[in-house]
């Protein structure tokens, strides 16, 4: 993909955060001090993705396996998520970044469902990059909820069930595809993440732990995916030719 091309369209990518607990752990320091440096990680992505042709960022943030986890760290957790979102939330709502939290809400409190729902509601009119946060998300119960809500219906299509996925996800209709997925802290698999949106996305896998990963390695990984040639099944594109079509979900 020409690197001017991939600029004026914009494009989806996906982070799988991980490594904040070990990264702490190399410290010698709690793993919670792993997830507070994880949030800086993400404020230096958020301001870095718009540069470089960022228009739509997924960030997996807690699995529906996490609650898994002791209690004390799922609760430092979910105070963190709430903290920073009502933080954040004039810095986005200032430089244009629109804030949608994907997953399931009804296992999350109270107060962390008001903090989503004020945040999404003050800068809903960003243009610039929208960000979406995975909290209690898993893509294979997604699926199985998207394929209830659908049952009886007829003729289905991608578009269709895309729209019924976003809607068991409480995520906006239109996202597009993933283009790009990272994951970092040196593990190679999806981990039920955007499982059905991946479909065709080019995976970087980085040893470097999120929390120190920085605006730099974000660079690094779209002049990878910049790098790659995208043929979704066909023969490529030749040089004369149009763009490729790009794949949207719902």
């Given at each position: 993909m020409l690197e001017e091309e991939r600029r004026h369209r914009g494009?989806?990518?996906a982070i799988i955060m991980d490594g904040n607990g070990?990264?702490?752990r190399r410290r010698l320091r709690p793993?919670?001090?792993g997830h507070v440096a994880g949030a800086d990680a993400v404020r230096r992505t958020v301001e870095a993705a718009p540069g470089l042709g960022i228009t739509t960022l997924t960030l997996y943030a807690f699995s529906a396996d996490n609650w898994r986890r002791p209690p004390s760290e799922v609760d430092h957790l979910m105070r963190l998520f709430q903290s920073h979102l009502r933080s954040e939330c004039s810095q986005c709502v200032k430089t244009g970044v629109r804030l949608s939290v994907i997953g399931r809400r009804d296992r999350?409190?109270?107060e962390l469902r008001a903090a989503i729902e004020g945040?999404?509601?003050r800068?809903?009119?960003?243009?610039?990059?929208?960000?979406r946060i995975a909290i209690d998300y898993s893509a294979r119960d997604a699926l199985v909820a998207a394929a209830a809500s659908l049952r009886g219906r007829a003729p289905l299509s991608r578009d269709l069930f895309g729209a019924a996925l976003a809607q068991a996800v409480?995520?906006?209709p239109g996202t597009p595809d993933v283009d790009l997925l990272i994951r970092t802290g040196g593990e190679q698999r999806l981990s039920d993440f955007l499982l059905w949106e991946s479909a065709y996305a080019e995976l970087v896998f980085t040893d470097r732990a999120w929390p120190a990963f920085t605006a730099d390695d974000l660079e690094s990984a779209t002049r990878k995916f910049s790098a790659r040639e995208r043929r979704?099944?066909?023969?490529g594109r030749r040089p004369e030719g149009p763009a490729t079509n790009h794949p949207r979900n719902g």
């Amino acid at each position: 993909m020409l690197e001017e091309e991939r600029r004026h369209r914009g494009f989806h990518v996906a982070i799988i955060m991980d490594g904040n607990g070990r990264w702490a752990r190399r410290r010698l320091r709690p793993r919670g001090v792993g997830h507070v440096a994880g949030a800086d990680a993400v404020r230096r992505t958020v301001e870095a993705a718009p540069g470089l042709g960022i228009t739509t960022l997924t960030l997996y943030a807690f699995s529906a396996d996490n609650w898994r986890r002791p209690p004390s760290e799922v609760d430092h957790l979910m105070r963190l998520f709430q903290s920073h979102l009502r933080s954040e939330c004039s810095q986005c709502v200032k430089t244009g970044v629109r804030l949608s939290v994907i997953g399931r809400r009804d296992r999350l409190s109270a107060e962390l469902r008001a903090a989503i729902e004020g945040v999404e509601s003050r800068t809903s009119g960003g243009g610039r990059l929208h960000l979406r946060i995975a909290i209690d998300y898993s893509a294979r119960d997604a699926l199985v909820a998207a394929a209830a809500s659908l049952r009886g219906r007829a003729p289905l299509s991608r578009d269709l069930f895309g729209a019924a996925l976003a809607q068991a996800v409480n995520a906006p209709p239109g996202t597009p595809d993933v283009d790009l997925l990272i994951r970092t802290g040196g593990e190679q698999r999806l981990s039920d993440f955007l499982l059905w949106e991946s479909a065709y996305a080019e995976l970087v896998f980085t040893d470097r732990a999120w929390p120190a990963f920085t605006a730099d390695d974000l660079e690094s990984a779209t002049r990878k995916f910049s790098a790659r040639e995208r043929r979704f099944g066909g023969l490529g594109r030749r040089p004369e030719g149009p763009a490729t079509n790009h794949p949207r979900n719902g």
